[in-house]
């Protein structure tokens, strides 16, 4: 197979396989004109959806342009029956759906105002267009479907807010409540122009869920789930409470759903779903279900709830029996390694999978016994080469045919945490770096390692990669970044080599991220945002030259790939694959994404390459067959 490509060449994809599994954080349910019931997911790989009810689950194709979703909520019905939906995202971005989320418009007025912990909407959203946001800084109200925004913190003596509900009859009353992680329990009677204190009897805990009666106007009764402190049930609008589940005396109470006969309550608690039929007198625990319950919502008897590191569960008798739903891989970031055919993944939640077909099947992989995992390296991209990971307890390394880590004794490795790691495309020489800025490197696997000083005083190690010459000697690149008063950054570019540090280039970022890569000790190639920049030189007695390129902006460059001694490189953007080969040459559109979700692994030359998508999907692709 030739290795000469153009814009011209016809690449194609090919699934090879996917890492099941990943969070849940939020889920909603809607009744609408097209069909009996939807359900919505959030996820830090994206939106999710149900039309089954819950049992299967497909990708939001188009949804937000932030995918970090971490709160959705279905409001009052839309154009042509389609309720209005808002997603909160990891980043502060808040988002609006009035098509069932086939597209989706960022709400630019909240831009700014924090991260949303709760969006809790009218009941009668579709005539009054009103929305609270709860956030850490406090309570944030929309009175026009989020045109403009307005604090909403007078009375609030704990501004950190993770819950918030309106009473069912809130277009006369203006009744919603707000809870608090220091254990605060707020009502407004005013739509939340004022706040006072309504929480006697509640223990001195997180309130971190709260459940309305759908007959509250007779019974004046909510629900409050509280963290260690299991529920607690107040019966005259929220002034007093008192404890109501003895059987959840200390369980962590995550979400609660009163259903419909203003009888029945679920609670998902860290030890799993817990069910009452008598209006929290009495729980009991669910059939099939499991800890880490995030997220609940249910419309009649059918409910689904998210769990964390699992994806989704499903009911269809009220909360009883529960069980699995099909969902996407949902895992975040994740980061690879790759050994020949095995692939080891870790995701943001510290969750790993091992696979040892080429990303075909995967299999849980017990984490290294340590605090923490930093980062993921290979010392060679070959069968026999050994994956390293970076913890809190220094190195562990899973040799070939292995699944069960090993500690490395690193001589000269100091015993606080490392940051990264990386070793040479040939596995000779391996790297790395600090926390604090330190870069330790070792010529070999068989030696010590040796701390390099680095004249980046005050500056942040982002990176840095190491290499051999053909004598044996060890070179390396470091990227250090340092903040300027007006919130920009500044990247700086130092190569190492004959023993000292110097200087190669500095550029100008608006965030403090950069991908690199070091296919030769003469080439160098650099991306952040939506810019790549090569720099290139004849030989090491010749200075630096630079080529860059910009992609359309709001197009970002998520991997980038420049295969050992090569002259192509490839970027995967948020919107298509892209190649360039040579000192200068233009980058031509390969492809598509191959699911249309943001590629977060990118390996391979011109005869193939692999990819894994964000939430865990593997895939290859090649120049089609004439």
Request: charged content about 15%.
């Amino acid at each position: 197979m030739t290795n000469e490509l153009s814009s011209s060449t016809t690449w194609q994809w090919h699934a090879a396989g996917a890492w099941h599994g990943g969070s849940v954080v939020g889920v909603a349910a809607a009744a609408t004109a097209h069909g009996p019931l939807r359900f919505w997911a959030a996820t830090r790989a994206g939106l999710i959806c149900s039309d089954d009810l819950g049992q299967s689950w497909m990708d939001v194709w188009r949804g937000p342009a932030d995918p970090s979703v971490i709160a959705v909520v279905a409001a009052g019905e839309a154009r042509q029956g389609w309720p209005t939906l808002f997603a909160a995202t990891e980043t502060g971005r808040l988002y609006r759906s009035e098509d069932g989320g086939a597209s989706w418009a960022e709400v630019v007025a909240w831009a700014g105002l924090g991260v949303a912990a709760a969006l809790c909407p009218s009941p009668a959203y579709a005539d009054d267009g009103i929305l609270f946001v709860g956030t850490r800084e406090g309570v944030f109200r929309t009175l026009d479907g989020g045109v403009s925004w307005e604090s909403s913190t007078f009375g609030l003596t704990d501004l950190d807010v993770l819950c918030l509900a309106c009473a069912p009859d809130f277009a006369t009353s203006q009744l919603l409540w707000a809870g608090s992680a220091g254990g605060g329990l707020y009502r407004s009677r005013n739509q939340a122009r004022a706040w006072r204190e309504a929480g006697a009897g509640l223990p001195d805990a997180a309130v971190q869920t709260l459940a309305v009666s759908p007959a509250f106007a007779e019974n004046r009764t909510l629900f409050a789930g509280l963290e260690g402190a299991g529920v607690c049930c107040s019966r005259d609008g929220g002034e007093n409470w008192s404890s109501c589940a003895e059987e959840l005396a200390g369980h962590s109470v995550n979400a609660l759903v009163c259903l419909d006969d203003g009888r029945t309550l679920i609670a998902a608690t860290d030890q799993g779903i817990y069910v009452s039929g008598d209006a929290a007198k009495h729980w009991r625990a669910a059939e099939g279900t499991q800890s880490g319950l995030l997220a609940l919502t249910a419309m009649g008897e059918i409910g689904v709830g998210g769990v964390y590191g699992a994806g989704v569960l499903v009911t269809r008798d009220g909360g009883r029996h529960w069980r699995p739903a099909a969902t996407p891989p949902l895992h975040v970031p994740p980061l690879v390694a790759v050994a020949g055919l095995r692939w080891v993944g870790l995701d943001v939640d510290g969750a790993m999978g091992l696979s040892q077909d080429g990303g075909a099947s995967w299999l849980p992989l017990a984490p290294p016994d340590v605090d923490g995992v930093y980062a993921l390296a290979c010392t060679a991209d070959r069968p026999d080469g050994v994956i390293v990971a970076a913890t809190s307890a220094g190195l562990c390394s899973l040799e070939p045919d292995e699944a069960v880590w090993s500690v490395i004794d690193a001589a000269g490795l100091p015993a606080d945490a490392p940051a990264g790691l990386e070793f040479a495309a040939d596995g000779a020489a391996r790297l790395v770096y600090s926390n604090e800025g330190r870069l330790f490197v070792a010529p070999d696997a068989s030696a010590a390692w040796q701390e390099i000083t680095g004249p980046w005083q005050g500056q942040t190690l982002m990176r840095a990669l190491p290499a051999q010459d053909e004598s044996g000697h060890l070179r390396a690149i470091a990227l250090t970044m340092t903040a300027n008063e007006q919130g920009y950054y500044a990247i700086h570019l130092w190569l190492y080599q004959n023993g000292a540090w110097a200087n190669v280039a500095d550029m100008a970022a608006d965030i403090p991220s950069m991908l690199a890569n070091w296919p030769s000790l003469d080439r160098i190639w650099l991306a952040t945002q939506h810019r790549i920049v090569h720099l290139h030189r004849a030989s090491p007695a010749h200075g630096w030259e630079a080529n860059q390129h910009f992609f359309a902006p709001g197009e970002q460059i998520t991997a980038l790939v420049a295969p050992r001694n090569q002259e192509d490189a490839w970027a995967a953007t948020t919107r298509a694959l892209y190649h360039a080969r040579g000192i200068g040459m233009p980058w031509n559109r390969m492809a598509d994404l191959p699911d249309g979700r943001p590629v977060v692994y990118l390996h391979g030359d011109a005869s193939g390459l692999e990819v894994m998508t964000l939430g865990g999907r593997v895939w290859r692709g090649g120049p089609a067959a004439a």
